[in-house]
C-alpha cells in the first residue's frame, strides 16, 4: 500500500502573501516609471515604503495575539515571512533615504537622526529588526553551539527576549 503524504492546510498561503506583498512595490516602480509619484517623487517613495514596512511590522506582531485571542494558527504559518517583508521593505526605505534622499551625505544623515525624533525612532526599529531578520539566516558558529550559553545569538533566550523588547 502506498503510503500517503499529509498535506499542510493551506498550501496557498505562503505564495499568496509573497505575490500579495509585491504589489506594492510593484505600484510605486510603475508609478515612478510614468513620473507619477507627484511633484516630490522622493518624498513619496520614502512615505509609501516606510508606511508598508510599519504595515508588514505590525501585521507580524499581531499573528501571536491573533492564535491566543482566537485560536487561529494560520497567522504563525506567516509570522516569520510577514517579519522578513517588514525588513525589506525598512530596509528599501533606508536605501531610498540614504542614497536618494541624502545621496550618501552622512553628516546630514546624522543630523537628521538627531534632530527630527520621527527618524530617531525609526532608525532605531530599523537597527532593532537587523537581528531578528538575521536570526536563524546566520549559521550559528561552533563556539555558540557547543558552549549552550544563553548570551549567544544563536540562543533562542537572546531571541525571544528582542522580541518581546520590540512588541512594547
Known amino acids: 500500500?502506498?503510503?500517503?503524504?499529509?498535506?499542510?492546510?493551506?498550501?496557498?498561503?505562503?505564495?499568496?502573501?509573497?505575490?500579495?506583498?509585491?504589489?506594492?512595490?510593484?505600484?510605486?516602480?510603475?508609478?515612478?516609471?510614468?513620473?507619477?509619484?507627484?511633484?516630490?517623487?522622493?518624498?513619496?517613495?520614502?512615505n509609501q515604503l516606510g508606511l508598508i514596512a510599519l504595515v508588514f511590522l505590525v501585521a507580524a506582531l499581531g499573528c501571536t495575539p491573533l492564535k491566543t485571542i482566537f485560536g487561529w494558527t494560520w497567522p504563525m504559518r506567516i509570522r516569520r515571512m510577514l517579519g522578513l517583508l517588514a525588513f525589506f521593505y525598512a530596509f528599501l526605505h533606508v536605501i531610498t533615504y540614504t542614497v536618494l534622499d541624502q545621496g550618501l551625505d552622512w553628516n546630514a544623515?546624522?543630523?537628521?537622526?538627531?534632530?527630527?525624533?520621527?527618524?530617531?525612532?525609526?532608525?532605531?526599529?530599523?537597527?532593532l529588526l537587523i537581528p531578528l531578520a538575521a536570526h536563524r539566516q546566520i549559521p550559528p558558529s561552533d563556539a555558540s553551539v557547543t558552549s549552550g550559553g544563553s548570551s549567544s545569538i544563536a540562543s533562542p533566550m537572546w531571541h525571544q527576549r528582542l522580541r518581546s523588547f520590540i512588541s512594547l
Open 1 to 46: 500500500m502506498e503510503a500517503r503524504r499529509k498535506k499542510s492546510p493551506l498550501p496557498w498561503l505562503k505564495p499568496a502573501v509573497l505575490t500579495g506583498s509585491l504589489v506594492p512595490i510593484a505600484a510605486i516602480l510603475e508609478r515612478a516609471w510614468r513620473d507619477d509619484l507627484g511633484p516630490d517623487p522622493i518624498a513619496q517613495a520614502l
Open 109 to 127: 544623515i546624522v543630523d537628521d537622526v538627531v534632530k527630527r525624533k520621527f527618524i530617531f525612532l525609526g532608525f532605531s526599529t530599523f537597527l
